[in-house]
Structure formats: C-alpha cells, structure tokens
C-alpha cells in the first residue's frame, strides 16, 4: 500500500470517509498518515490500496509539501526506500536505489540526522492504534509503570525496532527493517549505537 498527501481535510473527504478523531490527528503536530476508509466508487486507482478498503492519508508537513500540492494534488507518497530496507540517507544512497524504481526523487541539501519514515495510525474503537510509531513520535519517551536498570531490547529479525530504558521511561526506535538485508542490519547497528549514547 501506498500513502496518499491531499492539499486539505476537504479534498479527503471527497474520496475518503473520516471521523472527527481522525481529523484531529491528520492536522495534529504529529502530522502522521491516518488509514481511513475509501468513499465507495472512489476515482483513487485501486493499485493504491489492491486489498482493501483502507487508503493511508495524510497532509503536507513541511513547507515543499505545501507548495508541491498548490500545483497539483492529491500525490502518491513514498519514502526514499524498498520494503524492508531503511530509507536512504544521502544522494549517493538515493542514486543506487532510483535506478531501479524510479525516473527522478525529489532531495534537499538537509543531512538526514536520523531516518525516519512517517508514523501510521489507524482509530480503532475511539482509540489511536499506531501500526507504525516513527516520525512526530519518536524517541519521545513512553512511561513505564517502575524504574529499572536500563536495558536494550532489540526486537525480532523482521519488522525490526530497538527500545532503550532508563529509569521509568522507554525510547523506542524508528521503523528499522528486517534484518536479514545487510543494509538494514546496518542501520539497526547505527540506531542501537544513536539510542545507546
């Protein structure tokens, strides 16, 4: 599945069905993409979302976004990356992978500190279920109910992340990957050493 960026809440609601928890969070500081339930007959290709009903969408965040989708919207949105593997860091990186996937990425001359895709939420009961905690939320801390010695949990091999405690607080990594890809693996190491220091 991919995520779709629209210009506003009202372009949306033309091809999508949100609730009002659902707004608060796509125009919250979090900014995060939000899986709603597509309008039935929806003009949106069905490649989008082949499987299901559920589209993830969300608003720009930062100011290229906002003019990007002055001129047209809404875009299809994807993270420089292939499933599973991290998101690549700098114009060489980025250089391997488009040759493969795409004509052209959009890049800037910011150094990417720490990668990091977009957090994915969907409501569930009233309640925000993240399907994946990333950026607008990470590495805020989470509380733990006790102190304890700090420790370092590193998660499976696929859908990796990395938790870090100290005292009665737990910081939780960005989306890593599965680890059976060498980069990803590397990536893991470079989180657990960032999260470690």
């Given at each position: 599945s991919l995520a779709v960026m629209f210009a506003g809440?009202?372009?949306?609601?033309q091809y999508c069905e949100?609730?009002?928890?659902?707004?608060?969070?796509?125009?919250?500081?979090?900014?995060?993409?939000?899986v709603v339930r597509r309008k039935p007959g929806s003009s949106l290709s069905r490649l989008l979302s082949p499987d299901t009903d559920d589209l993830g969408v969300f608003l720009p965040y930062?100011?290229?976004?906002?003019?990007l989708l002055a001129a047209i919207s809404p875009l299809i949105m994807t993270s420089g990356n292939l499933a599973?593997?991290?998101?690549?860091?700098?114009?060489?990186?980025?250089?391997?992978?488009?040759?493969?996937?795409?004509?052209?990425?959009?890049?800037?001359?910011?150094?990417?500190?720490?990668?990091?895709d977009d957090s994915v939420l969907k409501i569930v009961a009233g309640q925000r279920l993240f399907l994946r905690r990333s950026?607008?939320?990470?590495?805020?801390?989470?509380?733990?109910?006790l102190e304890g010695l700090s420790v370092l949990a590193c998660g499976a091999e696929l859908k990796n992340t990395v938790c870090v405690?100290?005292?009665?607080q737990a910081f939780l990594s960005q989306h890593i990957g599965?680890?059976?890809?060498?980069r990803a693996y590397?990536?893991?190491?470079?989180?657990?050493?960032?999260?470690?220091a």
């Amino acid at each position: 599945s991919l995520a779709v960026m629209f210009a506003g809440l009202d372009q949306i609601r033309q091809y999508c069905e949100i609730s009002a928890i659902e707004e608060r969070e796509l125009t919250g500081p979090v900014a995060p993409i939000v899986v709603v339930r597509r309008k039935p007959g929806s003009s949106l290709s069905r490649l989008l979302s082949p499987d299901t009903d559920d589209l993830g969408v969300f608003l720009p965040y930062a100011p290229l976004h906002h003019l990007l989708l002055a001129a047209i919207s809404p875009l299809i949105m994807t993270s420089g990356n292939l499933a599973e593997e991290p998101i690549a860091k700098d114009e060489q990186e980025l250089r391997a992978l488009l040759g493969a996937v795409a004509d052209a990425a959009l890049s800037h001359n910011r150094a990417i500190v720490r990668r990091s895709d977009d957090s994915v939420l969907k409501i569930v009961a009233g309640q925000r279920l993240f399907l994946r905690r990333s950026r607008g939320v990470v590495p805020d801390a989470i509380r733990l109910p006790l102190e304890g010695l700090s420790v370092l949990a590193c998660g499976a091999e696929l859908k990796n992340t990395v938790c870090v405690t100290r005292g009665a607080q737990a910081f939780l990594s960005q989306h890593i990957g599965d680890l059976d890809d060498y980069r990803a693996y590397r990536f893991f190491r470079e989180t657990v050493e960032d999260f470690a220091a």
